[in-house]
Structures are given as C-alpha cells and as structure tokens.
C-alpha cells in the first residue's frame, strides 16, 4: 500500500475510536458519536463484537474494561487484514489490466 493509503486507513481508524470510545461520555449527541464510531469501524467492529461477546466474555470472564480493550484490538486488526487484501485485489486488477494487449485502431464493424 501506498503512503496515502496508509494515512487514509489510520486517520479512519482514529476517527471511528475516539467517536467509539469518547461518544458515551459526552452528553450532547453521544449515541451519534458511538454510531458514527462504529460505522467508521466497520467491518470489524461488528466482527469484533461478535468474537469478544461469544467467546471471550463467556469463556475467559473478563470484565467490561478488558472486553473493550479486547474488541478495539479486535477492530483494528480485523480492519487491517481487510484494508491490505483489499489493496492486494486493486493492485492486481492494475496489473491484470495493464498487461491485457490494447490496439491502438479498435475495428468499431466487430463486435
């Protein structure tokens, strides 16, 4: 991934934690933050809910501070795994694309 691609992805991230994670402690529009939060977050704050909830909240018995802590980890590398095959797939399809032979006087009589 490029620098700018990179920049993107962790201003994002940073943009949907602190709307996460301060949005419950401010007393105007904090449900919009935390919703703003988690749209900036996703996929992987659905995922990451999902996995903290199932399995290590029932399993390991954390408390609510380590779940948190648990599932922003969670988002964040989910987000990444995404973010850089999704990269991969744009970078290949570049490639594919450059590599298909172009002619320079397209015969507009076939189809």
Known sequence: MGRRAWITFVLLQLIGLVCFLAGP????????????????????????????????????????????????????LINLVLWIGAAQLIRLARKRRAAEPTSAHPNPSRP
């Not at 105007?28 to 988690?38: I, L, R, S």
């Open 25 to 76: 402690h401010v007393l105007w529009g904090g449900a919009e933050m935390v919703f703003t939060g988690m749209i900036v977050l996703l996929p992987g704050s659905v995922a990451a809910v999902a996995i903290s909830e199932k399995l290590l909240w029932h399993s390991l018995g954390l408390n609510l501070t380590m779940l948190t802590a648990a599932e922003v980890i969670l988002e964040l």
